[in-house]
């Protein structure tokens, strides 16, 4: 439509040449063809899909941390157990305490005369 004929034009006589013209465009349309439509259905079921996978990824993400963080804490709980051992046993291996134990539990003592026996 030309700018003159716009002006020209009524406003009633305007709107029914633009609901002829839309109307017109409407049947010229060609119908959508069945591999676009399916195509389309594969595409959202793949988009749904890569986003249930998604989320399974996730929560299993949150698992795996939730498991990982109770490993180190048990971590850290043997590990302070196992260093309390380890002073205990040089504690207990110390040249004082074995004397003691020795002396004490053992009834050992050390010898006033040294022999030495040669063959």
Same mark, same amino acid.
């Given at each position: 439509?030309?700018?003159?004929?716009?002006?020209?034009?009524?406003?009633?006589?305007?709107?029914?040449?633009?609901?002829?013209?839309?109307?017109?465009?409407?049947?010229?349309?060609?119908?959508?063809?069945?591999?676009?439509?399916?195509?389309?259905?594969?595409?959202?079921?793949?988009?749904?899909?890569?986003? =249930?996978?998604?989320?399974?990824? &996730?929560?299993?993400?949150?698992?795996?941390?939730?498991?990982?963080? #109770? *490993? !180190?804490?048990?971590?850290?709980?043997?590990?302070?157990?196992?260093?309390?051992?380890? =002073?205990?046993?040089?504690?207990? &291996?110390?040249?004082?305490?074995?004397?003691?134990?020795?002396?004490? #539990? *053992? !009834?050992?003592?050390?010898?006033?005369?040294?022999?030495?026996?040669?063959?």
């Amino acid at each position: 439509m030309a700018l003159r004929e716009v002006k020209t034009l009524k406003p009633k006589q305007l709107a029914k040449k633009s609901l002829f013209k839309a109307t017109a465009v409407l049947k010229q349309q060609k119908p959508v063809p069945a591999q676009w439509v399916a195509g389309m259905v594969i595409l959202l079921a793949g988009i749904l899909y890569s986003g =249930l996978q998604l989320v399974e990824s &996730a929560d299993e993400m949150r698992f795996l941390y939730r498991s990982m963080d #109770e *490993l !180190q804490t048990n971590q850290n709980v043997l590990m302070a157990n196992y260093s309390r051992l380890l =002073l205990e046993r040089s504690t207990l &291996a110390s040249m004082q305490t074995v004397e003691v134990v020795a002396t004490t #539990e *053992l !009834q050992m003592f050390f010898p006033k005369d040294i022999v030495q026996v040669n063959n």
